[in-house]
């Protein structure tokens, strides 16, 4: 059985303990939840909560059939094999230096990455993209002198409904 990472969107009633149930009936199953993004749509009383595992298609479909039980839960799409949009986002504290300033410039301005916040010390910066793309931004900014980051985890719209 080969194991695929899997892009679930998941449309809820925004209730209170809604998330908190719905991470309960995976960890209890024993299935890990590898990012995790949240947030309302476009109408206020449903949220959207698109999520990413790993699993064989059968794990996936034994996860999907979990959440579809639970009763604040109104749809389940795995959208890893439909035509979506993937983002992630991320920010990147690096320290400034003699021997590392001119090549974090040149890294942010070949990437065009985003200056949300700079200092004579440290430097703040924004990166959008894919997960292929997040992931080489990090191993490149790492020997720059990466003091801290904070990723998004996946978010993604299906291209048509």
Not at 8 to 36: E, F, H, M, Q, W
């Given at each position: 059985?080969?194991?695929?990472?899997?892009?679930?969107?998941?449309?809820?009633?925004?209730?209170?303990?809604?998330?908190?149930?719905?991470?309960?009936?995976?960890?209890?199953?024993?299935?890990?939840?590898?990012?995790?993004?949240?947030?309302?749509?476009?109408?206020?009383?449903?949220?959207k909560i698109v999520?990413?595992?790993?699993?064989?298609?059968?794990?996936?479909?034994?996860?999907?059939?979990?959440?579809?039980?639970?009763?604040?839960?109104?749809?389940?799409?795995?959208?890893?094999?439909?035509?979506?949009?993937?983002?992630?986002?991320?920010?990147?504290?690096?320290?400034?230096?003699?021997?590392?300033?001119?090549?974090?410039?040149?890294?942010?301005?070949?990437?065009?990455?985003?200056?949300?916040?700079?200092?004579?010390?440290?430097?703040?910066?924004?990166?959008?993209?894919?997960?292929?793309?997040?992931?080489?931004?990090?191993?490149?900014?790492?020997?720059?002198?990466?003091?801290?980051?904070?990723?998004?985890?996946?978010?993604?719209?299906?291209?048509?409904?």
């Open positions: 059985m080969e194991r695929k990472n899997h892009i679930i969107s998941i449309l809820v009633y925004n209730k209170p303990d809604v998330l908190a149930r719905i991470a309960g009936t995976l960890g209890g199953k024993g299935y890990n939840i590898d990012s995790l993004c949240v947030n309302t749509t476009t109408q206020k009383d449903i949220s999520m990413t595992t790993a699993g064989a298609q059968a794990t996936i479909t034994r996860i999907e059939n979990q959440l579809q039980r639970l009763v604040d839960v109104i749809s389940v799409d795995d959208l890893t094999n439909v035509e979506s949009i993937h983002r992630e986002m991320v920010l990147v504290r690096l320290n400034l230096n003699a021997q590392n300033t001119e090549a974090v410039k040149i890294a942010i301005d070949t990437n065009k990455w985003k200056i949300i916040v700079s200092g004579d010390t440290y430097v703040i910066i924004e990166i959008t993209g894919d997960q292929t793309q997040i992931d080489f931004a990090l191993a490149r900014l790492e020997p720059l002198g990466m003091t801290d980051i904070t990723r998004t985890g996946l978010v993604a719209l299906k291209l048509d409904d």
